[in-house]
C-alpha cells in the first residue's frame, strides 16, 4: 500500500489530505484535475480519442479516415449476428434491459449474487447460454465482433459505472492496484505509462491518458483488426513483458471495473479506428 | 538462451507492433554489437523509446520520456556514476519510468559497459 501511495504521488496524484484508498469517486476527480491541471488546453471530452487528444494533426488524419470507416463491413457482420434468433427463437435483445439500447455504459457492473464483476462481453455470452446455445469464449473473435455491434446502440451515452456496497468496492480496489502495481521485467505500472507519462512520447507514440481509455471499444487498428478493451491491456502487460492475466478473468475484469469507472461522464463512442 | 530473450522482446514498448515501425531483425549478435548499436536496438536498449540524442544524426524520431542525452562528460564527470544510472535507474528516483538495465537483466554487464562509453561520448 505505501509503495501504491508512493507510486501516485509520484505520478503527481495527491488526493489532498486523504490516503491512497480514497472512493473511487475521489479517484475519478483526482485524476481529472491532475490532467486538466497539466494539459488545460485539452478539453476533458477531448480524452475520448485516447493520445489523439494531443496531437490535432493525428486527430485530423482520423477523422479523415472515420468519414469512411475501413470496418463497416465487420460491423454489419455483428448486426447480422445480434439479429439472427437462437434455435429457441429469442434474440440476444431479449436478454437486455432496454432491448440492449444505451446500456453498455453501465458495463462493467459487480453482481453481489456471484460476487463476480460482469463486462458486456460476459453478459453477451451469459445470454448465449441462457439460451442453450454454446458460449463463445472471451477471447474469441465472434464475441469482439458481437460487441462492436451492440456498442452502436449505445454510441454517445455517458459512462456511468456504478460501485456500490463492499463486495464491489473490494473488486474496484483490486483492478486499482493492478493498475498502479509495477510488474515484469521492465518494471512498469499501467499509471507509469498512462498517467504519470501520458502526454509524453514513446518513441514515437503518443501516450494516451487513462481518463477515456474504456470509451470506445472494441478498437480496429490498422483498418480491420479487431482488439477488445483486454484484448489491448493483454498487448500492453506483453510489452513491459509481464505474464497478462487471463481475458475474462477475475483479475483482467477488475481492471476493467475500476478503469472503466473513471472515465464515468464521458461519452462512449462506437467503434474507432487505431493505427 | 539469446533466442528466448530476442523472442521476448520483440514488441518491447509496443514499437514493434506499429508494422510501419518494425524492423527487420538485425542479423548481427549482440555480443558483437557495437555500444550504438545497442542503445538503438529496439529489443535491447531502445533509449531512443525515451531520449533524444542531439548530437547524434540518425537517432531520429526520439520518445520524450526521459531528457536528451548530450554533454554527458559535463553531466556525469565520473563514468561509474552514468553506469550506475543505466543499470538502475531506481536508486536516484525511485519512481523511474526508466527500465532497470542491470538490475532486471535486461542488458548483460559487457552490454551495459558498451552502450556507457556510446552514452559517454554524446
Not at chain 1, 150 to 156: A, N, Q, V, Y
Request: net charge positive.
Amino acid at each position: 500500500m505505501k509503495k501504491l501511495l508512493s507510486l501516485l504521488i509520484g505520478a503527481g496524484l495527491v488526493f489532498g489530505a486523504v490516503t491512497a484508498n480514497a472512493g473511487p469517486e475521489q479517484d475519478r476527480e483526482a485524476l481529472i484535475k491532475y490532467f486538466t491541471t497539466k494539459y488545460p488546453n485539452v478539453k476533458l471530452d477531448n480524452y475520448v480519442n485516447g493520445a489523439l487528444a494531443f496531437d490535432p494533426d493525428a486527430m485530423e488524419q482520423y477523422k479523415e479516415i472515420m468519414s469512411f470507416p475501413p470496418f463497416v463491413g465487420i460491423i454489419e457482420q455483428g448486426k447480422k449476428m445480434w439479429d439472427t434468433p437462437f434455435a429457441n427463437g429469442k434474440t440476444y435483445a431479449s436478454c437486455f434491459p432496454n432491448g440492449g439500447k444505451d446500456i453498455a455504459g453501465n458495463y462493467p457492473y459487480f453482481d453481489d449474487k456471484t460476487g463476480k464483476v460482469v463486462t458486456l462481453n460476459d453478459a453477451i455470452d451469459a445470454c448465449r447460454v441462457a439460451n442453450g446455445e454454446k458460449p463463445y469464449g472471451l477471447a474469441s473473435k465472434e464475441i469482439g465482433v458481437l460487441d462492436s455491434y451492440m456498442r452502436t446502440l449505445s454510441d454517445g451515452m455517458k459512462m456511468d459505472i456504478k460501485v456500490q456496497g463492499p463486495g464491489a468496492l473490494a473488486a474496484y480496489e483490486r483492478g486499482k492496484k493492478t493498475y498502479f502495481s509495477r510488474v515484469g521485467q521492465f518494471n512498469f505500472a499501467c499509471a507509469t505509462c498512462h498517467i504519470q507519462q501520458a502526454g509524453a512520447r514513446l518513441r514515437s507514440d503518443l501516450l494516451s491518458p487513462i481518463i477515456g481509455q474504456a470509451t470506445h471499444w472494441p478498437v480496429f487498428r490498422g483498418g480491420e483488426n479487431l482488439v477488445t478493451l483486454q484484448e489491448r491491456y493483454k498487448g500492453c502487460f506483453k510489452m513491459i513483458r509481464a505474464m497478462p492475466p487471463k481475458i475474462g478473468g477475475t483479475e483482467m475484469n477488475d481492471l476493467e471495473y475500476f478503469q472503466s469507472y473513471v472515465s464515468n461522464g464521458l461519452p462512449m463512442q462506437a467503434s474507432v479506428f487505431r493505427k | 538462451m539469446r533466442n528466448i530473450r530476442m523472442g521476448l522482446l520483440l514488441g518491447v514498448l509496443g514499437l514493434a507492433v506499429h508494422a510501419g515501425l518494425a524492423q527487420a531483425a538485425e542479423p548481427v549478435k549482440p555480443s558483437e554489437m557495437t555500444g550504438k548499436e545497442l542503445a538503438f536496438d529496439r529489443s535491447l536498449g531502445n533509449c531512443l523509446a525515451c531520449h533524444a540524442m542531439p548530437t547524434v544524426h540518425d537517432a531520429t524520431s526520439p520518445g520524450t520520456i526521459g531528457p536528451p542525452l548530450i554533454a554527458m562528460k559535463a553531466r556525469f564527470p565520473d563514468k561509474a556514476a552514468l553506469r550506475a544510472q543505466i543499470w538502475d535507474a531506481a536508486v536516484k528516483n525511485p519512481n523511474t519510468p526508466m527500465p532497470l538495465y542491470g538490475k532486471n537483466k535486461i542488458l548483460t554487464e559487457q552490454e551495459i559497459d558498451k552502450v556507457t562509453n556510446f552514452i559517454y561520448g554524446l
